[in-house]
């Protein structure tokens, strides 16, 4: 489902010597996997989730979404490849002046969906997050978490096979990371392979879920049923 093979990226310092943002990394992430992704501020996270969308090339290396060799896409491309991929941002990333519905329905509109569709689909994907009673709000009429919902919601609609959640429950508080993680959880229990990059050690060791930790641009860690971060390592 994801595979980087030994990918190395680096970012130019005006002359100055390059930033080794990841250093040939290479891992493997199967489908129907829960993966968390750690590391301290500057660790490379960010570089990781950029890459796996198509957002920044590695300098070497090769790295493979969906069976998509992601680096080797054409520009053009990359928006046809990025629809495969259902992402989720701290920042939640809704369209203000559009309703619950139709952030949602915006999703599938630009893939093509008929109205049809999107009347089926759009209340089917929001009761599964526990939204379907607040389709007519805007944004900035619900709580952080459902927010976050919202975005879940616009990420699962056209059934992807991987979801890569940057940061989500950075914005929100401890109640509602916990129902977001749960909600993702679930979502991966139905099939769908989730990514998740954080920085909260305490959800990490909750979930015991795979853990990835990076520092310095590479994997210092790699263990299936994570338990034991201290909570003020990052
Ligand atoms: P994280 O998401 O873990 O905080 P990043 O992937 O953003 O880490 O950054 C990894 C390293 O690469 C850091 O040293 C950062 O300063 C550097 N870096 C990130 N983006 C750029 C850029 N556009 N130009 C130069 N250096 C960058």
């Not at 992704?37 to 500057?42: D, E, F, K, P, Y």
């Not at 759009?122 to 526990?130: A, D, M, T």
């Not at 990420?155 to 508080?173: F, Q, S, Y």
């Amino acid at each position: 489902m994801i595979k980087f093979d030994n990918v190395t990226k680096t970012y130019e310092n005006n002359g100055a010597a390059a930033t080794y943002a990841l250093n040939c990394v290479s891992l493997e992430v199967q489908k129907g996997e829960f993966v968390f992704v750690v590391g301290r501020s500057g660790a490379g996270k960010s570089t990781l989730s950029k890459l796996m969308i198509g957002e920044i090339k590695p300098t070497s290396g090769n790295l493979y979404v969906n069976g998509t060799c992601v680096n080797a896409l054409k520009r053009r491309q990359i928006p046809y490849f990025r629809r495969t991929v259902g992402m989720v941002f701290q920042d939640f990333r809704l369209l203000e002046n559009k309703t619950v519905f139709e952030n949602v329905a915006f999703a599938m509109d630009i893939i093509g969906a008929t109205r049809k569709q999107i009347r089926r689909k759009v209340p089917e994907v929001l009761s599964r997050v526990g939204l379907a009673n607040k389709s007519k709000r805007y944004p900035h009429q619900l709580s952080g978490g459902e927010q976050q919902r919202v975005a879940i919601a616009r990420a699962l609609v056209n059934n992807p096979g991987l979801i890569i959640a940057d940061e989500p429950t950075g914005n929100l508080d401890v109640q509602m990371s916990q129902e977001i993680i749960n909600m993702l959880d679930e979502i991966n229990r139905g099939g769908t392979t989730v990514l998740v990059v954080t920085h909260d050690l305490d959800m990490v060791n909750q979930m015991k879920k795979r853990v990835i930790e990076i520092e310095d641009g590479s994997i210092v860690r790699d263990e299936e049923r994570s338990g034991n971060f201290e909570s003020s390592f990052l």
